[in-house]
């Protein structure tokens, strides 16, 4: 019983060898065959790595000429910088110099140019006021203009005026019968002289009588006769009607103002007319008369 039961043990030992043997071999064939598959792999792995190595080779050849060709490009630079620093240094000191040396020269400099600026300034505001000054000459130059065209066109109508008045002086007047140093002033109301229109109350009409003959001497009625420019009489409320001689034919004429004189050999006459009427501006012809022919005639202008 016992040598069985040792017999058995001694069976279930060797097949549990046989079992651990074949399991064993059946290891053993599956890990040589994974090592056969993972050499295959590491054969073709270290293919790949010895061209990859070639490649980083060839890489570090042309890496190895690139760094020495920078290096000696890194040498010149030093020596490039060496000497752009050297320049700059230099640049430097000289323009230290020059600050130093010019500083007085730069504050005359400042000064001249804040001066010159003031100047400018000044300048300006003269141009300014130069050219304000020349507008309002250019203003009063055209009025100017205006007002010698005026005066032109009056001195026209004056000049016309007194042409016909000579004319009719000697057209109208005796040789030996007429009016000397005729003058006609417009007086104010208190007898100033005055040429404006509107302050213009009354007419003073002097002159003289001389060496006159003895055939014209004694009473005569001499008349006063305004008009305007164009020969129309003024504003009377009770106009003298009266005939005089011209060239032996008779003429009528209109005065404002008749007065009976003892006429001498010499004498100086002088009649005053207040106005009725304010005249306005303008000229006028103002004249006097005897039955037998004008004594004298003169012009007179109102502003």
Same mark, same amino acid.
């Given at each position: 019983m016992k040598q069985q039961q040792i017999l058995i043990a001694v069976a279930i030992v060797l097949?549990? %060898?046989?079992?651990?043997?074949?399991?064993?071999?059946?290891?053993?064939?599956?890990?040589?065959?994974? %090592?056969?598959?993972?050499?295959?792999?590491?054969?073709?792995?270290?293919?790949?790595?010895?061209?990859?190595?070639?490649?980083?080779?060839?890489?570090?050849?042309?890496? =190895?000429?690139? &760094? &020495?060709?920078?290096?000696?490009?890194? =040498?010149?630079?030093?020596?490039?910088?060496?000497?752009?620093?050297?320049?700059?240094?230099?640049?430097?000191?000289?323009?230290?110099?020059?600050?130093? =040396?010019? =500083?007085?020269?730069?504050?005359?400099?400042?000064?001249q140019i804040q001066e010159l600026i003031t100047i400018k300034a000044a300048l300006e505001a003269d141009i300014t006021k130069v050219q304000t000054e020349n507008d309002s000459l250019r203003a009063v130059a055209g009025m100017l203009e205006t007002d010698l065209n005026v005066a032109r066109e009056e001195n026209e109508t004056l000049s016309a005026l007194n042409r016909s008045i000579e004319d009719e002086v000697d057209r109208l007047t005796l040789a030996n019968f007429k009016a000397s140093a005729f003058q006609v002033e417009l007086e104010q109301g208190n007898e100033k002289i005055t040429s404006k229109a509107r302050r213009a109350r009354s007419i003073r009409v002097s002159f003289d009588l001389t060496n006159v003959p003895s055939k014209y001497q004694g009473l005569r009625t001499v008349y006063l006769a305004i008009t305007d420019d164009k020969g129309t009489p003024i504003a009377a409320a009770n106009p003298v009607k009266a005939q005089t001689v011209a060239n032996g034919k008779k003429m009528d004429i209109i005065a404002v103002k008749a007065k009976d004189v003892d006429i001498t050999d010499n004498q100086r006459l002088s009649f005053v007319y207040d106005l009725e009427e304010k005249l306005d501006p303008g000229y006028y012809r103002v004249a006097m008369y005897t039955d037998i022919g004008l004594l004298g005639a003169s012009s007179v202008r109102l502003r």
């Open positions: 097949a549990l %060898l046989l079992i651990g043997a074949g399991v064993w071999g059946f290891q053993q064939k599956k890990a040589r065959t994974e %090592l056969e598959a993972e050499n295959t792999a590491l054969s073709g792995t270290v293919q790949e790595l010895e061209t990859l190595r070639s490649e980083l080779v060839s890489e570090v050849d042309s890496l =190895s000429e690139e &760094y &020495y060709a920078l290096a000696d490009q890194n =040498s010149a630079l030093e020596g490039s910088l060496v000497e752009a620093q050297d320049a700059i240094a230099q640049k430097e000191a000289a323009i230290r110099n020059i600050k130093a =040396s010019s =500083s007085s020269e730069i504050n005359n400099l400042r000064a």
